[in-house]
């Protein structure tokens, strides 16, 4: 029973899956306090409430709403999505495509007997296995 509990627990895939929970927690940590240090102030600056929001509050029929709590929560969000997009998805996205092109697609053709999409030089469909003829490419010069 422990064996196979120990099979699992040492799967590549659990421990980058953990490792990556972790990093994921301490970056959030990091976005967050730069939000909050310097993005929401500086917003605040703009608008003239000096970064904070939650003392803002409505009072409707004796009922009092503070809908600054939800403007400090959604200004975070927002930003710190932004920061997010701009810094660490953006950046590998463009590394990736840099470093690591896509391979070219061969080109596919429908199987006379199924319309399965094979490619072009198949003689065998994959899906219903009927005998199909290769199409000839014309040699480039």
Do not use: H, W
């Amino acid at each position: 029973m422990l064996k196979g509990f120990r099979d699992f627990m040492m799967r590549g895939n659990v421990i980058d899956m953990a490792v990556g929970v972790v990093i994921g927690a301490a970056f959030t940590a990091v976005v967050t306090g730069f939000v909050s240090a310097f993005l929401t102030p500086l917003i605040g600056v703009v608008v003239g409430a000096a970064g904070d929001f939650a003392n803002y509050k409505a009072t409707l029929g004796g009922v009092t709403f503070p809908y600054g709590q939800f403007l400090n929560v959604l200004i975070a969000f927002v930003l710190t999505a932004a920061v997010l997009y701009f810094c660490v998805v953006l950046p590998v996205t463009k590394a990736t495509a840099r470093y690591m092109p896509k391979k070219p697609k061969t080109p596919k053709r429908p199987c006379p007997e199924c319309l399965t999409e094979i490619p072009e030089a198949a003689r065998r469909c994959a899906a219903c296995t009927a005998v199909v003829e290769p199409v000839r490419v014309p040699a480039q010069y």
